[in-house]
């Protein structure tokens, strides 16, 4: 099973951009489905989704055309690009892993990693 390490949070000014990063240990990196998910609040937010060959992502509604997954299995990394950020999206952000992409969509992950604080100011 991986273990998963995100960073690249911060405070950021509305309109301006970060990137997250989630590195994973082991060697089944790859064969993981892997997601973003946020937490403010009270409630907790799928935001992407990306298949293990990267080839399929999937975006919540209200991150649509701002935020990009990715990944780069050589280097056991996912990103999420986060751009034209709002203070509605200030959260805890996670990164998880599944192996069934449908199951991690719902947010049903076989792994979490710790979470990154992202502080969007008006």
């Known amino acids: 099973q991986v273990q998963l390490v995100e960073s690249g949070g911060g405070l950021v000014q509305a309109g301006g951009s970060l990137r997250l990063s989630c590195a994973a240990s082991?060697?089944?990196?790859?064969?993981?489905?892997m997601a973003w998910f946020r937490q403010a609040p009270g409630k907790r937010e799928f935001v992407a989704a990306i298949t293990w060959s990267g080839g399929s992502t999937n975006y919540a509604d209200s991150v649509k055309g701002r935020f990009t997954i990715s990944r780069d299995n050589a280097k056991n990394t996912v990103y999420l690009q986060m751009n034209s950020l709002k203070p509605e999206d200030t959260a805890v952000y996670y990164c998880?892993?599944?192996?069934?992409?449908?199951?991690?969509?719902?947010?049903?992950?076989?792994?979490w990693g710790q979470g990154t604080l992202v502080t969007v100011s008006s």
């Open positions: 998880a892993a599944g192996s069934h992409y449908s199951a991690l969509r719902a947010g049903a992950p076989e792994v």
């Open positions: 082991g060697r089944t990196f790859s064969s993981y489905a």
